[in-house]
């Protein structure tokens, strides 16, 4: 790999002093989790691979679902198991809580505003509780119900017109356009790309890139001493990337500062507010780092979660049938999914969770780090190690799963695991106090959107491929994308 040849290329004297100590034991800590040894400099580096989730997968099937690695200069520990997640996310939480922050977090100083990568803190409650307080609440989302519904709306409207000229819909690019309009909505009150078109492009291979680039292998954050250099570029590019969404906001900004507030108020309104009455807590690097990761995460990790589950529906011809005809019985051929539809419709929610389960949108979570050493299962991991959660290899682990390969959601109908953070078995958003803040969005939204899209339309795949034929590859960054988008022709159901 790259940056692998790289990092033989700059080897340093304190990598040397490194070796010196590995070498002769000097300073080695007691009683270390099983793990790969690692080799001089790069350590396990070359054990990553393009695809870490699958790699740290199978070397946990050698050395067990407590695994330490040294990758270059750094620790890291990576959890394989629902027991060992348990462990980490709710018995020993608060010693697990704080961030790993990736050198290309820090461009913009994003990581000093951000409420996925600031510490556990008075800041971070606070922007914690702005998030659920006004957008993620039972309350919130009731009261925002219309706005997704209208988005819904649009986006079957999108759909009928593309099927109407015979025209491939990129389900991935429609389902970001959704959830961006959405977000948007319920922040700045406005649409951000037109609803009706193929737009947006620019914003989705922005938002994919700054999750490639985060979850992007970086020599940086493994041999610290090469921040200056930032040998691959990727810190230089995230600047590049951050700055663009944070010109969006900034003119946001402005706009609603001499309007002085929108006509119903919103999320910015309200931030904006508190920022007026509090500026130590919360102010505007705090507000834009805020749409960030709402803009981000949000869009990124439903967009690519409704592709998935809309890939193995189109693989698997019998799921769908099996779909359809439930939404046939319950709400009528070609209706809406309504929010109080979900309950009724228990074997669209167990599509949902089983492409969750074998598609997680995050797929090692995102990273942790020990500030102090930690005790874990009998063993001692030392202090400054990244923790690394990898809900792939749980969701795919064949002591908890039947034919874990397989896409089953029938296997959910007899099944109480659910994926509200509880059932360490299926923990796609985490778990502990660092929980996604997304998720009631998301299982609001996801159900929603694909058995809207299932009870709408018939579907033709783009090139007239078989469906054993549909491109399964998996691009890696911080969340799980598709390495080729899905690409189908919807036949309006009349």
Known sequence: MEFVIIALGLFSSCALIGIISTVFGIGKPKNLPPGPAPLPIIGNLHLLGDHPHQSLANLAKIYGPVMFLKLGRTTALVISSAAAAKEVLQKQDLAFSSRHIPDALNAHNHSHYSTVWLPVSTQWRTLRKILNTNIFTGNSLDTNQHLRRKKV???????????????????????????????????????????????????????GNIMVEAGKPNLVDFFPLLKKIDPQGIKRRMTHYFGKIFEISEELIEERLVMNGSKHEDVLDVCLKLSQENPDEINRAHIKSLFLDLFAAGTDTTSNSLEWAMTEVLRNPHIMTKAKHELEEVIGKGKIVEESDILKLPYLWCIVKETLRIHPPVPLLIPRKIHSEVKLN?????????????????????????????????????????????DFELIPFGAGRRICPGLPLAIRMLPVMLGTLINNFDWNIDGGLRDKNIDMSEKFGITLQKANPLCVVPIPID
């Open 153 to 207: 709306q649009e986006l079957v409207a999108y759909c009928r017109k593309a099927g109407a000229c015979k025209d491939p819909v990129d389900i991935g690019r429609a389902a970001f356009r959704t959830t961006l309009n959405l977000l948007s909505n319920t922040i700045f009150s406005i649409d951000l790309t037109d609803p009706y078109e193929d737009s947006g492009k620019e914003f989705k291979e922005l938002v």
């Open 378 to 422: 009998g063993f001692i991991v030392p202090k400054g190690t990244q923790v690394l959660v990898n809900v792939w290899a749980i969701g795919r682990d064949s002591t908890t799963w039947d034919d874990s390969l397989m896409f089953k959601p029938e296997r959910f109908l007899t099944s109480s695991l659910d994926v509200q953070g509880r």
